[in-house]
């Protein structure tokens, strides 16, 4: 199945305006996803709010299988959150650790995500086991396999890093954790939207996901998979009356499916925009959507590789659509901001979300363009142009 570009660039409002090499901060809506939302808040502004919900259910409702089927889940094990951060924390935080407990992560691990484990091993005693890159830069499997022992109590990664294209070997990280019988949270944030995931042969216990990136949808939205079968006990560390039901004077009663990481008050527009999101990538395809991020991309890195001055910074065996370059002697955040002025959108990674990464590799920080499916070639040479040009 090949996508259709004119279509998908004439159904995105956001064209007409950028040149948007962004999509791994925030990708732009297309015009279906963005009257799912405003349609709901119009109708909140009309009837009331407990009102549009009620006479929105089969949309709202309608959610949980559009997200299973994306990731290959069932709908009972999907949970509508915020952003992906909080996805992740309530997955996090609702375990229990305890003095000599080990969390396994990659040397590319998040930021937000490390400070948690930072906050858990000092208040709890549990030990971080950062497991070394292989040639490639990647997770090295072996170092994971060995480093898995009876104190491992999580191994936990980011599936795609925000600094680069790496794509991390998620399935091979699920079957040493299945082997192993050791719970395995993926913060896919940047992979869900962008190449096919499937939870199934990831083998992963908990995913979490925001709406705003590869996924196009609303931004405070995003949803935790969490898996029946291996996370059914956990009780998460928040409850309120959706999460639970106060059953006696002194007991309260737990959800039995994923929704109980839900909390009662949510982003009902975005919920309902986010389902939108959702059913366009299943219908387009994740697999064409994949060959044509993966197609923009190394034709971005061809194009960064022969200008003077410009180093690519991307690692991995398997490169997506985030592309990372470091400009010699270029201020990069002025660099970004020179080309915002002409209306090209691209970013700045810093030391501040991949500490361990980038400083382990000697970079302050790196320039970030990252492809979307309406992205054209005529856009990467508008981009490359523009650069050369800033760069002088």
């Not at 279509?7 to 015009?31: D, F, I, M, Y």
């Not at 180093?311 to 901001?337: N, P």
């Amino acid at each position: 199945m090949s996508l259709d570009l004119a279509r998908l660039r004439a159904e995105t409002p956001g064209c007409a305006h950028v040149l948007h090499l962004n999509a791994a901060g925030s990708a732009l809506p297309s015009k279906r996803t963005l009257d799912a939302t405003l349609d709901h808040l119009r109708l909140e502004a009309e009837i009331g709010g407990y009102e549009a919900a009620a006479k929105a259910d089969a949309e709202l409702e309608g959610f949980y299988p559009s997200i299973a089927r994306l990731i290959g889940a069932a709908p009972d094990e999907i949970a509508f959150i915020e952003n992906a951060t909080r996805a992740w924390d309530l997955a996090f935080y609702s375990l229990a650790f305890k003095p000599g407990d080990r969390i396994l992560t990659c040397v590319s691990e998040y930021s937000s995500n490390y400070i948690s484990y930072l906050q858990v091993a000092q208040k709890t005693g549990a030990e971080i086991v950062v497991v070394p890159d292989d040639n490639y830069g990647q997770i090295d499997l072996g170092a994971l396999e060995r480093a898995v022992d009876g104190r491992t109590r999580l191994v936990s990664v980011s599936h795609v890093p925000t600094q680069g294209g790496l794509v991390q070997p998620a399935e091979a990280i699920g079957r040493i954790t299945r082997q192993a019988g050791v719970l395995y949270l993926l913060d896919a944030c940047q992979s869900v939207g962008q190449l096919p995931v499937d939870v199934e042969r990831i083998g992963c216990d908990f995913l979490s996901m925001t709406g705003r990136k590869y996924l196009r949808g609303p931004r405070g939205t995003g949803f935790l998979y969490a898996r029946r079968a291996t996370t059914a006990h956990i009780e998460p560390i928040f409850l309120d009356n959706h999460a639970a039901k106060w059953t006696d004077d002194n007991a309260y009663t737990v959800r039995d499916d994923a929704r109980r990481f839900e909390n009662w008050e949510r982003y009902f527009a975005g919920v309902i925009g986010l389902k939108a999101a959702a059913d366009q990538a299943n219908e387009l395809g994740m697999e064409p959507i994949w060959s044509r991020l993966r197609q923009l991309a190394d034709g971005l890195r061809g194009r960064l590789a022969t200008m003077k001055g410009v180093t690519l910074t991307d690692l991995g065996e398997v490169k997506g659509a985030i592309v990372t370059f470091a400009v010699a002697g270029a201020d990069h955040v002025a660099l970004r901001d020179r080309l915002r002025a002409q209306a090209i959108n691209v970013s700045v990674s810093t030391q501040f979300s991949s500490r361990l990464d980038l400083k382990g590799r000697g970079l302050v920080n790196v320039m970030r363009a990252s492809v979307h499916v309406y992205n054209t070639e005529e856009e990467l040479d508008r981009f490359v142009e523009a650069l050369q040009a800033a760069i002088g």
